[in-house]
Structures are given as C-alpha cells and as structure tokens.
C-alpha cells in the first residue's frame, strides 16, 4: 500500500539556517504519529511543506502518492492546522465562527456539519461569535473544530492548542480518538507536551536541528528505559550485563539508567533486594534523544532489535 | 502531566498491560467464558489510548488461545482460558509473593516459624482463608 507521507532526502535552507536537513520519512496510512522535538527542530516547516504551503530546497514529498505543491487532489483530502490560524477577521470585522466554518465545508469533501457544531458545544464556543473577538484558547478551539470535522485524510496538526486548558485539551484527545476510531486516517500531531498526548500516538518521530533523531513505535519504547536506584551493590548486581546509559552515585546509594524491558521476574527480584525500579516517561526519553542525537541513534537500534 | 489511562502507566508497553488487564477480568470471572470481550475501539476510548495498541493487547491473549474470534461479532473468551490463567498465577505464586515476604521477614529477624504463627494470626482475624 502506498504510504500516506513519504519523505525523502528533503532539505529546506533559510539564508539565515537549515531548517529541515536531509528528512527521510514514511508514514503509513491510518495512524497516529506524534511530531516531537524543541522549538525551531523544524516540526512546522516540514508540516507547512507537507501541506504544501512552503517549498523544499531539495528532496522529494509526496502525500497521498503525489508532490503536494499546488496539487489540488492532494490538498483537498488534507487539513492542516496551525499554531497561528489565521482568519479574514481583520479584512471582515463581522467574520464569525459559522462563517469560518462554512467556508471549511466549501474547502472539505468530508465535511461533517453535525461533528462540527458538537465540538463547538463541548469547547463552549458559540457559532456566532465574531472571530476578531476570540480569544487565544477559543482560537485554538475554533481550528481544532475544523481539523477533525475535515475529517481530510491526511490530518496534520501543529502544536493546535496554545491557551487551550487542562480540560478542554482532554476534549481534543478524547474526541480525536473517538473520530479516528469511526473514521480512520493519518494524523501527524506536532506537540511538546509530550506526556500529554503520548497514548495517542501508534508511532513518534522526533525531530532535532533539522534531522530526524528517533522514528520508531510509541508502545516499544515505554518502558524500554529504566532508572535503578538502591544500595550500590545491589545496584551493580541487577544492572550488570544491561546497556547502562547513565550512573550516579552518593555514598553507598546509586542510581543507574539502564536500556531494556525489565521483566516481570526481574522486577520482583529488583523489588525483593531493595531497588526502586523507575521507568522514564516518553517525554523524558524525548528530550535526552533531542540533546543527545549518537545516544538517540544507539535507542533506536536497540527498540527495533 | 501524564494522562489518566484508567490506571495504565508508564511501566511497560501499553498493549501488554491491556492483555493483563483483560487477563485479570478473566481470571477472576468478571469477564466469563463465552462472554464478549470489550471491542479495540471500546477500549481504546477507556483507556483513551490508540486504537492499534489496544487491537495489540487483544491480539496476545487470542495468540495464546485464551480468546477466540467470531467472523463479523468480535472477540469471546474461549472455554478453558479462566482455568489456564489461575493456573498460571499459582505458578507465580511463590516467586511472587512468597519470595519477597521471606526476604523481608529475614531482614527483620523474622524465622519461618514465627512468619507461619503471623500468618495464621492474621487469617483467623479475617476469618477467612484457612492455613
């Protein structure tokens, strides 16, 4: 089958940078990716590339099997949200929601009007609020309203909710599992909080200065990262023979970060000679692969053996 | 903030802990032979996780045989998998539960004799399981 994104040897220089750095990627239809990484990695220039909105300085991208440049059988089946949506708001001051809305249904073959309205319910927005008068949440709300009713094939969303709360940041996971599981596609969720969304995700990439650091399936890596900590022998003696990616120690207590799944014998033996077992969670697995791109690459070889 | 996952967490792969959720339902009779097995997307949106990862953990317990497929009604769970599952458990019985309290109870200066005495003690109170 072919894969929804593929991505290769795709640079994209600025006068001033490299944003993007020879990518090689494939996604695969009807999943879930999350797109990770620090500010600037270039998660919204390959987003905005996808999109057809901006053009590699070299490489090649298809979406749906074909370059999606000005390509108007891929960008009608694809939605992407930005951080910094903007509407004719200040052209329109009287552009309201269900304006915007509407012209989304114009824009979406599969336009859902019903899934639309009850997202605005559960975000609490009314449809005929002027946009201009949106706040920064609400405007977050509104584009995420659009991104799932698309219901595009290819749905890509990029850090989709600044001034979001706790809670109706659930509503956008919740509702966006719900869809996906009634109306499967390909969904590329660029985010930095991590930890949040990490259950979402079938797959992450996470990007670093440009190049991708780690691409492998969100699940094996749960887990796959360990910190022991207890009596130093007791420590050396459980660890021993592990891949051992950091040690510390104070006096006759140690902590050491081991790579590999514990399993469930090993853990009560952990448990029964004094240790802690602490796994480390997909966030902090992130960004010691983002600091550290040779100890991300060793990861990766590691999860796929 | 990590995501409320029904009391999944970050210990394991999540499809592994599913399979030993359902595991457990199973094993104590809450989910009965020839009973329906909650579907992947029912799942998923329990534990509000993706749905490939919940389909992963149904997938181990209908490769171990403990589930079995019915064309176009979903998952069921087979006869004898409540039997296999406890007798699995009782295998681990010891290193798991055994093990470890003999461990502490030497640490503590604690003998077999005494540990024996303690656990009698405490059954009688609940009343409960005979030693």
Redesign the interface.
Known sequence: MTPAISVTGLTRRYPDQVALDDVHLTIGTE??TGLLGRNGAGKTTLLRILAGQEFPSSGSVRVLGSPPAENENVLRRLVLVREDQAYPDFRYPDFKVCHALRAASFCYPNWDAGLASSLLEDFGLRADKAIKSLSRGQRSALGITIGLAARAEVTLFDEPYAGLD?VAR?VF??RL??D???F?RTVLLSTH?I????????NVVVIDRGRVVLDTA???L??MVTTVSGPVLAVDSFTQGRPVWERRGLGSQASVVIVG??SG?DR?RA???GLDLT????QQLVVRASGWAAGAGSLTERTSA | MVREMAGLDEGGPLFAQVAERLAGEIADGGLAEGARVPSTNELAAFYRINPATAAKGINVLADEGLLEKRRGIGMFVAAGARATLLARRRAGFTDRYVQPLLTEATRLGIDADELIGLIKEVSNERGGVAV
């Open positions: 999943t879930i706790a659930q996971y919740d599992l719900a996906y599981a009634d499967p909080l930890d949040e969304a990490a259950a979402l995700f079938e969100a699940d094996g749960r887990g799944q514990v014998e009560e448990r029964s000679i796994p480390l969670s997909l």
